[in-house]
């Protein structure tokens, strides 16, 4: 791919069964959403992966993308050194590249978020209505479609990077994996072995800096899986809170486009982010944490501080693991 072929299928909303998903080649190949040896180390490929309406499923094996070769060869090659990365743990996902993980992910996420558009499409056809897309996700997952070509086109990132991954150590068997994705937001997590993830594909770094006390008190400590929950919850609700889209540099040369992550620029009237409503956080950590038996009743018991397995409610230090008598 050069700089003049670049794709950009959100213009149109082309989204074609010959037509390669990342540099818009005809092509009769196809790759799965999820590497092959993902699936089948955690035994996940017969599956049925829900989609967003709740009305229709596929196997997460069904689930694949038309793919050029080229594109093919680069994330086949990709996932040798993601596979081998996994296999040494948290000290090989830590090694690895920011891009070379922010692209692996990048291919789940955008491939759930193409069968998702495929099937609205259908759907849309069925009832003789136009499909459609907001200008606001049109701009936000054309960025992350080109950011993506990136794995082979000369596409270059200076200063800060469009994403942030988090990698904290994490006690779970190697033979468990704990996956989500939000498609909308651009976010990802993924727990297994002795690390965890978790994934801002485009929000410019700002939630993780949001976060940063909290990762910074967990340092090296290895997270019992309620804390990585909580964590991955408190990403979340963050991400939904931020009230300014990220705004990025595209400076385009002869034979290479430069791209650089543009600082927010706050309006006094209206920070980074909305209001932090613990009522509302304690919904969303009761989703996490219902796998425990936890309800939000029991997150948030007014006049009490709301629960956290992450800090003490009072002194805000870290909470010792190995204190939680928990399952994991």
Request: net charge negative.
């Amino acid at each position: 791919m050069t700089i003049d072929t670049l794709y950009y299928p959100f213009q149109k909303l082309s989204f074609e069964d010959n037509i390669c998903f990342l540099s818009g080649v005809e092509t009769t190949e196809k790759m799965t959403v999820f590497p092959a040896w993902f699936m089948e180390k955690y035994n996940f490929d017969n599956d049925d992966f829900e989609m967003m309406d709740k009305l229709k499923s596929l196997k997460y094996k069904d689930l694949s993308i038309p793919c050029s070769e080229p594109i093919k060869k680069a994330f086949d090659n990709l996932d040798v050194e993601i596979k081998n990365a996994f296999e040494n743990g948290y000290d090989g996902v830590v090694a690895l590249e920011s891009k070379k993980l922010y692209l692996w992910i990048g291919r789940i996420v955008y491939g759930t978020l193409y069968h998702e558009i495929e099937m609205e499409k259908k759907r849309c056809q069925k009832y003789n209505k136009e499909y459609t897309l907001s200008p606001f996700l049109k701009e936000r997952f054309g960025l992350f479609h080109l950011f993506l070509q990136s794995i082979i086109a000369p596409i270059e990132f200076v200063g800060k990077t469009p994403w942030e991954i988090t990698i904290v150590r994490h006690k779970f068997s190697d033979d468990i994996m704990n996956y989500r994705d939000d498609t909308v937001n651009l976010m990802f997590s993924l727990a297994t072995k002795d690390f965890a993830i978790i994934a801002c594909l485009q929000d410019n770094g700002i939630v993780a800096e949001k976060h940063k006390e909290i990762v910074d008190k967990i340092g090296d400590s290895t997270l019992h899986p309620i804390q990585f929950e909580e964590l991955y919850a408190r990403f979340h609700y963050a991400n939904y809170l931020l009230q300014y889209e990220p705004k990025f540099s595209l400076e385009k040369s002869e034979n290479s486009l430069t791209i650089q992550s543009l600082a927010i620029i706050e309006n006094t009237e209206r920070p980074i982010f909305g209001f932090w409503d613990e009522d509302m956080f304690a919904s969303v950590l009761a989703g996490y944490w219902e796998v425990y038996g936890i309800t939000k009743n029991n997150i948030l018991k007014f006049p009490n501080p709301i629960m956290s397995f992450l800090e003490d409610p009072y002194s805000k230090d870290f909470f010792p693991p190995e204190k939680i008598k928990l399952p994991f």
